[in-house]
């Protein structure tokens, strides 16, 4: 087995912050130009629609920041979840401040109109939490809002003996038509990530699954490499993951303990791989991931940030390290050739040292191999 030499730290993840960085200026500009539009709806309604005193007081501030958030997209070192945060909470306190000037200034006749306007964009803002905070971060803004929201209407009814008003009832109604946007937002969340997961999992792969895992068991594993050999072998990569010392471990701490530790194996790889990588359970301490990369190097990057990631998630106390022996495509004649050089890569990291990555040579067809064995079709995986 060869290593390749050793590159400069830069160039390994230069592509990686170009990649991020150009992710990141997409996303501001998206942002900078949504701003844009609201900023020029602003500006249209104060130069040339009728005001309320509140909206001739609350909408030129809103403006300015506004414009300073749309502003603030060009600095990179600021973080865009931050700009987002700033823009609702600075758009849901003019929203709360005008409910609270229509339903304490305003006559009642005027009420139900101006609320009937104003109840679709309360839906909207609080749809819009999930869309530029994520799931988990938007969920303490959506008990705030909608709290303020109810909470305002309870001190007007209150106040005013308005318990079966159509004001009421129309703030119910926005409550109630919100709850389910964020109710069917969720569901659609929590269905996308159960299907990434399980295409993650091979779940629609024939074949058993890894009761401790939940993982492709080593049938399934070795099928979907040879379909995506068949499919388009270049640029396939196979990984093989061996946890070091596991006997050891067994030795020391029990077998209950050890299965632990493999499903923390499973769970932490399944917290680095990519969308479109496969992962299975190859035996009782080995996994194996088929992905695509670029180039050899690219693969052996991606293992390398495997490794570390695992050796910095002990589990109870322990660490877990694990070598891994990877194989790039380089006209190898069948999947099984493939998955025998990642298989060899390990044993040598495994007969030496440990807690590192070593990457295949494919040198073609082995001594040992009789004269006709490749031009027969692919051979079968070794038990």
Known sequence: MRRLPPSPRNSLTASQVDGAARDSLDHRTLTRRLLGVVLAALLLKMLLLPMSSFEQAALPPLALLLAGVAASTHRIRLPLRTLHLTTLLGTWAYLLGSLWFVLFRVPSEWQLVTLSGMGPWITVLIASHLWLLGR????????????????????YTAGHGAWESQVMGMVVQTLLASTVVLAG????VLRTLGNLRRDMLGGDLPGEHDPLTGLPARQGTQDALVREFRRRPEGLS?????????RALETQYGLGFTERLVAHLARVTLGVVRDQDLLGRLGPDQLMMVMRTPDARAARSACERLRVRIASCPLEGVNLTVSVGVAFY?????????????????ASVQGSSHNRVALGVWRGASTDDSPGQNESGPQGFPA
Do not use: F
């Open 238 to 246: 196979v990984a093989v993951i061996g946890v070091d010392g596991l």
């Open 185 to 188: 937002q969720h569901r659609v």
């Open 136 to 155: 988990r971060d938007s969920t303490v803004l959506n008990l705030v809002c909608m709290g303020g929201v109810a909470g305002l209407t309870l001190v």
């Open 330 to 346: 380089a006209n190898h004649p069948d999947p099984q050739a493939l998955w025998k050089e990642a298989q060899a890569a390990l």
